[in-house]
T-cell receptor, first 113, second 107 residues
Framework: DAGITQSPRHKVTETGTPVTLRCHQT?????MYWYRQDPGHGLRLIHY???????DKGEVSDGYSVSRSKTEDFLLTLESATSSQTSVYFC????????????FGSGTRLTVV | KNEVEQSPQNLTAQEGEFITINCSYS?????LHWLQQHPGGGIVSLFM???GKKKHGRLIATINIQEKHSSLHITASHPRDSAVYIC?????????FGTGTSLTVIP
């Protein structure tokens, strides 16, 4: 969808297991973002990247890590999943820090049981 | 403290009505974005504004930088406009999101 794909689309995992979500883009955009969306909170930034190997934390980064070894891939890892991390996760990309070409992936619905 | 506030939270309209969704923000912005999220979850970027007004089809977005306020208008609303509309303030390297306005357009 518009050059950005997320995988998997759905995942159920057990508490305490590690989980990695993948975001892949074909737009060659510099900026990539991971958000979570929960009822009553809207979208909240977990981590973002402004280039290969350049990442920074967002407002809800505890319990999450990211890696960006290539322009096209941005990985989000839950080191030890907890039930509070049950959410819908969205990846987004943009050309610039102002948000030119701001495009979202289709989302990953993660359930931690 | 919410950096971005939207109103109303929920809105029901009859098909054909003119709709306005409001967004107020408290941060200094580089740009203001309007997003649309349909049931089923996909998020689409509608507008990116830094001043004035933009129009795309039946959708119009305006921004008043001095008042830190933006509006999204939908003319001649249609049931397919039913969605959640989200305002997002970009500060240069971060986005702050409103919690969204859920719009239902009844035939």
């Amino acid at each position: 969808d518009a050059g950005i794909t997320q995988s998997p689309r759905h995942k159920v995992t057990e508490t305490g297991t590690p989980v990695t979500l993948r975001c892949h883009q074909t737009e060659n955009h510099r900026y990539m973002y991971w958000y979570r969306q929960d009822p009553g909170h809207g979208l909240r930034l977990i981590h973002y990247s402004y280039g290969v190997k350049d990442t920074d934390k967002g407002e809800v980064s505890d319990g999450y890590s990211v890696s960006r070894s290539k322009t096209e891939d941005f990985l989000l890892t839950l080191e030890s999943a907890t039930s509070s991390q049950t959410s819908v996760y969205f990846c987004a990309i943009s050309e610039s820090d102002r948000g030119f070409g701001y495009t979202f992936g289709s989302g990953t619905r993660l359930t931690v049981v | 403290k919410n950096e971005v506030e939207q109103s109303p939270q929920n809105l029901t309209a009859q098909e054909g009505e003119f709709i306005t969704i409001n967004c107020s923000y408290s941060v200094g912005i580089s740009a203001l974005h309007w997003l649309q999220q349909h049931p089923g979850g996909g998020i689409v970027s509608l507008f990116m504004l830094s001043s004035g007004k933009k129009k795309h089809g039946r959708l119009i977005a305006t921004i008043n930088i001095q008042e830190k306020h933006s509006s999204l208008h939908i003319t001649a609303s249609h049931p397919r406009d039913s969605a959640v509309y989200i305002c997002a303030a970009n500060t240069g390297n971060q986005f702050y999101f409103g919690t969204g306005t859920s719009l239902t357009v009844i035939p």
